[in-house]
């Protein structure tokens, strides 16, 4: 005997994408750009729960991978003259540790509350950075 399953209607993948981020709540949706207050918000759920032995939230999540990221971009980039131009200088130790770096952003941005509106996060990470391990 045959069973006859049920048919839907075919939807193509791409009106389903599109209209798949207007069904999010719009904490979910992705930023384009990462300011200061929602990095401080981001490294604060993470210091957070690293102080609570609590399980990573996706804001704690997105601020070890945004300072990682940004850590290891400023190694690869290396001396390279048109990025230490215009851009804070910082020499992270090899020994560095994501909390390490991590808790160097959140101390910078809550010592400059002042900055987390008119910067990216990108600038701020990079400022907090070269404050925390300056070249010799």
């Known amino acids: 005997m045959r069973k006859i399953l049920p048919t839907f209607p075919r939807i193509s993948v791409s009106v389903v994408l599109a209209i798949l981020p207007l ?60 990025v230490t131009e215009y851009l804070p200088k910082a020499c992270i130790a090899d020994n560095a540790g994501t909390y390490e770096l991590v808790v160097a952003v959140a101390n910078f941005l809550d010592s400059n509350p002042e900055l987390r509106i008119s910067k990216t996060g990108y600038a701020l990470v990079r400022q907090a950075f070269a404050d925390k391990f300056p070249c010799k």
Do not use: M, N, W
């Open 23 to 82: 069904l999010l709540p719009t904490h979910a949706q992705a930023r384009i750009l990462t300011f200061g207050y929602y990095l401080t918000e981001d490294c604060d759920a993470f210091l957070e729960a690293d102080k609570s032995h609590a399980p990573l939230t996706k804001e704690g999540a997105e601020c070890y991978g945004y300072v990682k990221g940004i850590a290891e971009a400023l190694q690869a980039e290396g001396d390279h003259p048109v």
